[in-house]
């Protein structure tokens, strides 16, 4: 009985220890494959320190940690005269945002690789030298194509990249770049914040190391300044918003820019219920092959009443702030062309005046009109210019995205 016990023992070690054996070699193996040269110069170029914070808050040798409050920035005070500008860059069908204080520079993705010396230019004509931060959010060319011509071109503080093997020639100029000047790469850890001037930004994603979808790497921040906040989605689909969602965080933002160019495997209606943004910018092509941003989407931001903002209808998109109001400007910018033109536009909702107190009335907000794909007007309901596609919208944003009344069914408001 013993021996036959022990017999077993032996056995289901033995087995335990093949099996084990079996697994790492099946790791290494996968390990083997996926690290082909780009993951190794990742490697080379990656910060092997944990990430200094700008704030040096989280410092070991603190005598005494205090807790820091989660929303640290929008109880600081700012000083007179602080602002904050976030750009929103017209490259077409990929990804660049420019933020700016009055002494300090990020951006997050640099656009394709047609569009390196364009965003060079359009930096340096703003009389940028240093980048504080640079975020490549994943290696999709549309985002990272120009960051070696970005990289190369100013000072750059810190570069925050995902660790993923990507092999491509533009990813591997990027790391070529970075190697070339000595830097390193930071990884995201999600929960670690960074100061950038007055204003303080947190890494919501990615939350995990292995990913099937590239896009799901992508770096997710909520940048916050006084009162106002943003939130970057790069390229993050519904997965990584579940995984947002999970964390349990403040992630209420003024302005979202909504993840993979307004695709409809991101923004989910719980995402964008929680976030509650009032201003959504889609950075997307005009014309683009994808069907971005998608109707679902359009729908979804519409049904919270978020005013949306497309650099394919636009331009670039330029916010900026004081910490309390926000002010929205776009520019007809053609990023590929270097060209500037003066172009610019006005965008802030007008305040809308407060309703007179008319007791057996709706107020103005409430009454829904409808809208189509292509159309300019907004409608009654049943209004035969409302062919199959009939999207209802809250009248002041059917008003503040522009469209106008149908003649046809001459809506009374
Ligand atoms: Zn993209
Ligand atoms: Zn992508």
């Given at each position: 009985m013993i021996t036959n016990r022990v017999s077993k023992y032996v056995l289901l070690l033995s087995i335990l220890l093949s099996v084990s054996m079996l697994l790492s070699s099946c790791s290494s193996m996968t390990g083997n494959k996926r690290s082909k040269s780009s993951l190794n110069k990742l490697s080379q170029v990656?910060?092997?320190?944990?990430p200094d914070k700008n704030?040096?808050?989280?410092?070991?040798?603190?005598p005494t940690p205090k807790i820091i409050p989660r929303t640290l920035s929008s109880n600081v005070k700012l000083p007179a005269g602080a602002f904050l500008t976030v750009s929103y860059l017209d490259v077409g069908q990929a990804d660049s945002v420019l933020i700016t204080t009055k002494g300090a520079a990020m951006l997050i993705d640099a656009g394709n690789n047609s569009d390196g010396a364009g965003i060079v230019s359009y930096l340096k004509n703003k009389g940028?030298?240093?980048?504080d931060y640079v975020i490549?959010?994943?290696?999709?060319e549309d985002h990272i194509g120009g960051l070696d011509d970005v990289i190369s071109a100013f000072n750059i503080g810190k570069i925050i990249m995902p660790k993923v093997p990507h092999n491509t020639n533009t990813f591997e100029d990027v790391l070529d770049a970075i190697s070339g000047k000595g830097l390193k790469v930071t990884q995201p850890k999600v929960g670690d914040k960074y100061k950038l001037d007055k204003a303080e930004f947190e890494i919501l994603s990615?939350?995990?190391?292995?990913?099937?979808?590239?896009?799901?790497?992508s770096i997710v921040i909520r940048l916050t300044f006084g009162a106002q906040s943003f939130l970057f989605?790069?390229?993050?689909d519904d997965a990584n918003e579940s995984a947002i969602l999970g964390m349990?965080?403040?992630?209420?933002?003024?302005v979202i820019k909504i993840g993979?160019?307004?695709?409809?495997?991101?923004?989910m209606e719980s995402f964008i219920k929680k976030v509650d943004p009032k201003y959504a910018v889609i950075s997307v092509g005009e014309?683009?092959?994808?069907?971005?941003?998608?109707q679902q989407t359009l729908n979804t931001l519409n049904s919270f009443r978020t005013k949306i903002y497309r650099t394919d209808k636009l331009g670039t998109v330029i916010i900026s702030t004081n910490g309390k109001t926000l002010n929205i400007n776009s520019v007809k910018t053609s990023i590929d062309g270097n060209s500037y033109s003066s172009?610019?536009?006005?965008?802030?909702?007008?305040?809308?005046?407060?309703?007179?107190?008319?007791?057996h009335t709706n107020t103005v907000s409430a009454i829904t009109v409808y809208i189509t794909n292509t159309g300019e007007k907004y409608h009654r309901?049943?209004?035969?210019?409302?062919?199959?596609s009939q999207i209802p919208i809250s009248l002041t944003n059917a008003k503040n995205q522009g469209y106008t009344p149908c003649s046809r069914c001459d809506p009374p408001y």
């Open positions: 990656e910060e092997t320190n944990h704030s040096g808050e989280n410092n070991v040798a603190k940028i030298t240093k980048l490549g959010t994943h290696p999709h990615p939350a995990d190391s292995s990913y099937s979808e590239l896009n799901e790497y989605c790069g390229d993050a349990g965080e403040n992630i209420k933002s003024s993979h160019h307004g695709s409809a495997s991101s923004s014309g683009n092959s994808y069907g971005h941003p998608t172009t610019a536009k006005d965008n802030t909702p007008k305040a809308t005046p407060k309703p007179k107190p008319k007791p309901d049943g209004c035969q210019y409302l062919s199959h």
